[in-house]
């Protein structure tokens, strides 16, 4: 059989033509996001994308002991909070410069649904107790969450709520947040006393004053997953073995 001719001119340029389509189908397909030095991403169209760097439900299922959620109220209480092993922080408001400033999840505390976007939320509080049985609205706001890219916790004081709240959204996370009595000693006891209903897989984190290691220690051999600090010292709840009691 002979050999092929050479190309011709026109064979090299449709030839450049089809290769120059296929290089710009692939820009086409990457993703419209842009990462931050961090390793956060930002969407530059629709809602924001959410790293798994910036998942609070992987901060605090990873390693083996108990996750420290820090309320701050400045960029500088929130680093910190991130010097001094946090594994998210948590806001009642926005705080401008905040994710430039930690790498750390954004848990918000607020009534004001606003308040996710301007504080750039990875996730949120949705109250059982604030909805006064309105399942249909908590479904609203656990869906618009996810849509946002934001992680729902819902909150329960009770039993009777966690019980609820399993039947009609199943959280992958459960923050327990019962009741303040007269004793931080009974509030402990009531969070440890709500775990057990919480069901296998599911996430929990505990609102409760802790005021000594031996608070944090208790809550972490019980299987709670994160607990939510009141001091913003927390150098002493970190680090070092667990105290036997």
Known sequence: MGSRPPATQGEHIAEAATRLCQVRAEFCAIPATISRADGTVRSTRGPRTMSSSRRLSQAISEGDGISLLVPVRDIAAA??????????????????????????????????RSALVRADADACVLRVGDLSGDWDRLRDLYREAEAHGVEPVIGVKDDDELELALEHVDPEIVLLAPPSPDADEDLLESVLDLLPDVPAGKLAIAEVAVRTREHVAALERAGVDAVIVTSGDIAAFVGGPTPEV
């Open 79 to 112: 680093r910190a909070a991130e010097d001094d092993g946090a594994e998210g922080v948590v806001v009642s408001h926005a705080v401008a410069g905040l994710r430039e400033a930690t790498g750390l999840p954004v848990l918000v505390r607020s009534d004001d």
